[in-house]
């Protein structure tokens, strides 16, 4: 389980979290929802390594991990797929992926195993491992994105806005991946603008306002809140 508790970061005096508590367990998909600069990204980076809390706890198995660099994080078994995706441009879909897969580097055969699911998983991967990932489109890009967090085997995955800018049949698929990934054993938690599309995918969701949870509940509450509906669902 992952979990955080009473959770406070600051960017020099701007507090950006303010006491944040939020857990996630094994096997669900749970979205945070919120306006630009609520906090969403903040927690996914805090969570990741990249901030460090003034004060709070993140727990990890009942271990606390906040403070430990980005990188024994993603050992430990969270990996974060960023907004920005922030792929190699120049490098192939395979390079890309392989570079996701460096937790790993030792172990070709369980290297050479991650990549097929993802390639199963995404087919288009496959069919394109060989281009430049700047030449794909911006839903390949974020399926590639997607594959290269999975490459790591991650027990959590962070998606920070998988469907930003993409058209509505890709958000889609995108989401039905983002169940499938779930589906086969990686716990998800999910930012998302989308409300309606993640909800419908989600167990339980946590809405932030000005670096605050100000409403929690399972996916079928938010969806019927009235407020959440308004302010997120567009309804
Ligand atoms: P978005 O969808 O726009 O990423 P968000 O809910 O993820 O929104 P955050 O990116 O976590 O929000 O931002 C929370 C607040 O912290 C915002 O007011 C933002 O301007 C501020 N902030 C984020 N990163 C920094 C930074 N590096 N330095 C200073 N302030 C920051």
Redesign the pocket.
């Known amino acids: 389980m992952l979990k955080l508790v009473n959770l406070t970061v600051k ?2 005096n ?1 507090e ?1 979290l303010h006491r944040v508590n939020l857990e996630v367990d094994h096997g669900e998909i749970v979205v945070l929802l ?10 996914f980076q805090t969570i990741s390594g990249l901030n460090k809390p003034v004060s709070g706890h993140i727990m990890l198995n009942g271990q606390s991990i906040a403070g430990k660099s980005p990188d024994k994080i993603v050992k430990m078994g969270i990996v974060q797929c960023a ?1 920005d995706r922030k792929l190699f441009q120049q490098m192939t879909v395979q390079e890309n992926l392989m570079l996701g897969g460096y937790v790993h580097r030792g172990k070709k055969s369980r290297l050479r195993a991650t990549l097929q699911e993802v390639f199963e998983l995404f087919p288009i991967l496959y069919e394109k491992r060989s281009n430049p990932a700047g030449s794909l489109s911006g839903g390949q890009q974020q399926m590639l994105a997607i594959g290269r967090a999975l490459m790591a085997k991650p027990e959590f995955m962070l998606l ?2 998988p469907s930003i800018g993409l058209a509505p049949l890709i958000v889609e698929q995108m989401f039905k991946s983002i169940q499938q990934i779930n589906q086969e054993g990686t716990t998800i938690l999910l ?1 998302e ?1 989308n409300a309606n599309a993640a909800l419908s995918i989600a167990d339980k969701g946590y809405v ?1 306002e000005s ?1 605050k949870v100000v409403v929690q509940g399972s996916a079928e509450e938010l969806l019927a809140n009235e407020e959440v509906r308004k302010a997120y669902v567009g309804a």
């Open positions: 960017y020099g701007f950006a919120g306006a630009n600069g609520a906090g969403k990204s903040t927690t907004e920070d806005e930012a603008q932030y670096g």
